[in-house]
């Protein structure tokens, strides 16, 4: 059984006539509102001997102590119930029971009371807040149709066109240029330009050596025969990839635009498809910035020793020089579908002159080529036989006027045909 820790007063509940002559209580001290149970002072006692029978007390369970749900709970006598014996019970009195009933029990407040109120007080924050930002929204809200009804007013204002003395401005235009700088002011000033129309970029003027050299190929001794388009051999050690090697070559001056197509017919060797009027140029600057490369002269592609696999190795020698111009010729085939449309005919009337193709693939590529260009304008429609006499009869007209006025001009033009002109005709 748990006692509270502060002593309770023990009073009699029912004192004997002796006991209560030799008996003398001190007046219960006063107990101030909200004070803890254990802060209480209790009264001490003094209770004399008092001469009681032998008399075998029995063996009482008490009953549970209740404990306070709160720190500002006070437990009352019928928490605690002592019985001494069967003759004297006695009863756990506590000092709000006493006789100064001024003093006043404070509410209990639990913890789950405590979060309910904070809960509430954050409820209503939240909504004081969202009420503030909706009342500003509103107010700007307010603003800008204000402005924007402004400005509405002084476009129809200005398509109506200047005010006359007799009618006064709108009042809403008045207060908005009192006002100074206004929302539809400064909206006016940040509205857009129209952008003008981009115009047509006109085509670069050519250059006077690709013109020369235009000139050359349509006047020139060689007009009769197609541009010349050779491949150039180099050797070299590593290869490389294309995009990299095109940077290097761009990188020592080259104008990589002029190499029509790369190619790696071995491992060690590259091929470099060029124009005839370039690859002096090209050598030269591959000799001067790439530490006196030459071109690989001794290399021949149709020789039957340029083939490597040695799956060719049993062949005979009239059979790899056959299989190398095979070989040969899928390799200019596969140039000419790598080539800029724009070139690609000159490459393959070039390749068909230097029999590297046959006239069947170039009528093949040819018709290719005619398909994939856009077809050709319509001609005009054909005059009909009345708009031709017409026409004549105009035609006449007008050089009847190198020597006669309008009135002559006119009937010797229109004139009916003679019988013998319509003898003629038929």
């Known amino acids: 059984m748990v006692r509270p820790s502060s002593k309770p007063s023990l009073v009699p509940d029912q004192a004997s006539p002796t006991s209560s002559s030799r ?10 509102a909200r004070t803890s149970f254990s802060q209480v002072q209790t009264p001490q006692v003094q209770v004399s001997s008092i001469e009681t029978p032998k008399v075998q007390t029995p063996s009482i369970e008490a009953p549970p102590i209740q404990t306070p749900k709160s720190i500002f709970e006070t437990p009352s006598s019928e928490n605690f119930d002592f019985s001494y014996g069967d003759k004297r019970p006695f009863s756990v009195v506590s000092p709000s029971s006493s006789g100064d009933t001024s003093s006043k029990k404070s509410p209990a407040v639990s913890q789950h009371q405590l979060r309910d109120i904070k809960d509430r007080l954050k409820r209503l924050e939240d909504a004081y807040a969202e009420i503030f930002t909706l009342r500003n929204a509103l107010e700007h809200s307010e603003s800008a149709r204000r402005a924007l009804e402004s400005q509405v007013v002084q476009l129809k204002a200005a398509q109506q066109g200047p005010p006359t003395k007799s009618s006064p401005p709108p009042p809403s235009a008045a207060k908005s240029s009192e006002a100074g700088t206004t929302f539809a002011s400064v909206a006016a000033k940040n509205v857009p330009k ?16 690709r013109a020369a050299a235009t000139i050359g190929r349509l006047f020139g001794p060689k007009a009769g025969t197609p541009s010349e388009y050779h491949f150039v051999y180099y050797k070299q050690s590593i ?3 294309l995009k990299q090697l095109r940077a290097s070559l761009k990188n020592i001056g080259i104008n990589v635009s002029r190499i029509l197509d790369i190619q790696y017919p071995e491992a060690q060797i590259v091929s470099f498809l060029l124009h005839a009027d370039y690859i002096a140029e090209f050598t030269s600057l591959m000799n001067e910035k790439g530490r006196g490369a030459l071109p690989a002269r001794d290399y021949d592609p149709y020789h039957p ?5 040695p799956k060719f190795g049993t062949l005979s020698f009239e059979l790899r020089a056959q299989k190398a111009r095979e070989i040969q010729n899928t390799r200019c085939l596969r140039s000419l579908s790598f080539v800029r449309r724009s070139a690609r005919l000159s490459v393959a009337r070039s390749f068909l002159y230097y029999n590297r193709i046959n006239q069947t693939q170039f009528d093949v590529i040819l018709a290719q080529e005619r398909a994939s260009r856009p077809s050709p304008p319509l001609p005009p429609p054909k005059l009909s036989p009345e708009e031709v006499v017409e026409k004549k009869k105009h035609l006449a007209y007008l050089g009847y006027l190198l ?21 003629m005709s038929d």
Do not use: I
């Open 239 to 241: 290869r490389r990839p």
């Open 23 to 32: 008996t003398r209580t001190r007046p219960q001290p006063h107990v101030p």
């Open 194 to 209: 129209p952008k003008s129309k981009a115009k047509a970029k006109k085509p670069p003027a050519p250059s006077p050596r």
């Open 305 to 309: 020793e340029s083939l490597k696999d």
């Open 403 to 423: 020597h006669l006025d309008h009135e002559a001009a006119h009937s010797l033009a229109y004139a009916p045909p003679s019988v013998d002109e319509t003898m």
